[in-house]
């Protein structure tokens, strides 16, 4: 729990025997990051991975679904490695910009974010606290990362992975747009202070609790692929 596992797999219909995708043969493993997301969204490899010894191969069935249009399958793969992902931000301090929301943190990397007072701005800032050694974040990346959100508007904390205990993993195209412009073309290893007008969050979405709301995130890049 909490690693990220590194994993070589092949995925097979089960009825003629062909094989569909696969990284056996591949250069490089595929890392899974075995986290709070991996239990929702796949379980089985979830308990599958949590405790097992690197080296261990797994198959499993997965029924297929008429309604939902999903094939039956039988995947069978191989935990070839795991490592420790980190919990916060590293490398070089940058000088923070006057103006823009300051930050803070504590003796563990957990971000304070003080709302400067005046009017928001219109347009998205993206401005590193630290600048990290790791590779460049691609705007179609799977990312890692550690993040504390305010509300500009009165500086209320409304989304926290510190505060959930734990670092989160999500698509980069599956996010407010503030944040895939924000940190695509960034260093893993990198802190980003993020500042996203409504139009780079949620807009004028009725019923959201955000909606209009101009956002302030401090975002701790841990690791991308």
């Known amino acids: 729990e909490g690693q990220t596992a590194s994993v070589r797999l092949v995925v097979m219909d089960p009825e003629s025997g062909e094989a569909g995708q696969e990284t056996y043969t ?20 979830y308990s599958a991975l949590v405790g097992a010894p690197v080296g261990s191969d797994f198959a499993y069935y997965v029924p297929g679904n008429e309604e939902a249009g999903t094939a039956t399958q039988f995947i069978v793969f191989t935990l070839t490695g795991a490592r420790d992902i980190p919990t916060r931000a590293w490398s070089t301090d940058v000088e923070p910009v006057e ?9 563990d990397g957990k971000p304070t974010i003080t709302v400067p007072e005046g009017e928001a701005p219109t347009e998205l800032i993206a401005q590193e ?8 974040v691609e705007a179609d990346d799977t990312v890692t990362v550690q993040y504390h959100g305010v509300k500009w508007s009165d500086g209320s904390v409304f989304d926290s992975s510190w505060e959930r205990g734990a670092p989160t993993s999500f698509g980069l195209n599956q996010v407010i747009s503030a944040w895939t412009d924000g940190l695509a073309g960034k260093t893993v290893g990198s802190q980003v202070l993020i500042v996203a007008p409504p139009a780079t969050a949620y807009g004028s979405a009725e019923g959201n609790e955000l909606q209009n709301e101009t956002l302030v995130f401090v975002v701790d890049i841990l690791e991308a692929k």
Do not use: H, R, Y
């Not at 493993?29 to 089985?44: F, H, P, S």
């Not at 606290?129 to 460049?136: A, I, P, R, T």
């Open 26 to 45: 591949a250069e490089n493993a595929e890392d899974i990051a075995v986290d709070e997301t991996l239990k929702q969204g796949n379980e089985q490899m």
């Open 99 to 107: 103006g823009q929301p300051t930050v803070t943190l504590d003796d």
């Open 129 to 136: 606290l630290k600048k990290g050694d790791g590779k460049v």
